[in-house]
């Protein structure tokens, strides 16, 4: 594939799913710290409303309603399908950019630590 075009394709796949992706980005590590969940006790934390409704959105798909049931959006995962397959393909460009554009060793060295070190931490909390 020639670079420019490469290049072309990294960009805007990377722009049109960017706001997609900060927001799973954001919404994924406040829950991570259940930050999105209503303690039992009253006096215990009690997350915001626009995080819980964000929080929805992300598990769920739709935007939770504390008087409607409301369904999840088909449509909605769907698109972030989409997204996954567009952020896989702008990662492997990049990836590709990285060889073209700097020494192999570089790029592989963090390849390799950036698949070692999450596998290590998980391993290292047991």
Request: glycine residues 6%.
């Amino acid at each position: 594939m020639n670079i420019k075009v490469m290049r072309s394709v990294h960009l805007y796949l990377g722009c049109f799913f960017a706001p997609l992706l900060i927001f799973f980005i954001v919404t994924g590590c406040w829950q991570m710290y259940d930050l999105h969940q209503l303690r039992k006790s009253s006096q215990g934390y009690q997350p915001p409303r626009i995080v819980r409704v964000l929080s929805g959105i992300h598990l769920h798909q739709q935007i939770l309603s504390e008087t409607a049931k409301t369904k999840p959006s088909p449509t909605f995962r769907y698109f972030v399908v989409l997204m996954s397959f567009g952020v896989l393909v702008t990662t492997m460009l990049g990836v590709l950019m990285a060889f073209k554009f700097t020494q192999p060793w570089i790029v592989w060295g963090c390849l390799l630590l950036g698949s070692l070190i999450p596998v290590l931490l998980l391993w290292a909390a047991r």
